[in-house]
């Protein structure tokens, strides 16, 4: 999935996105869209500090 990821966003010529999968019942997974400017903050609160992986993330494209 991060190889899937990854692979998109670079081809796509972004840095981030939000992308929305499925599992299907007898467990393959289907992408349906990535989202540039995705709604994720609320997932802070349920998966651990979101926000600060994107700040690290975009400091770390700043200094390079």
Do not use: I
């Not at 992408?31 to 600060?52: I, K, M, Y």
């Amino acid at each position: 999935m991060q190889y899937f990821t990854s692979a998109f966003l670079r081809r796509s010529h972004l840095h981030s996105g939000v992308f929305d999968f499925a599992v299907t019942p007898n467990g393959k997974t289907v992408f349906f869209e990535c989202n540039p400017s995705g709604q994720w903050a609320d997932l802070d609160g349920r998966h651990g500090s979101v926000t600060r992986l994107f700040a690290d993330g975009f400091e770390s494209l700043l200094s390079s």
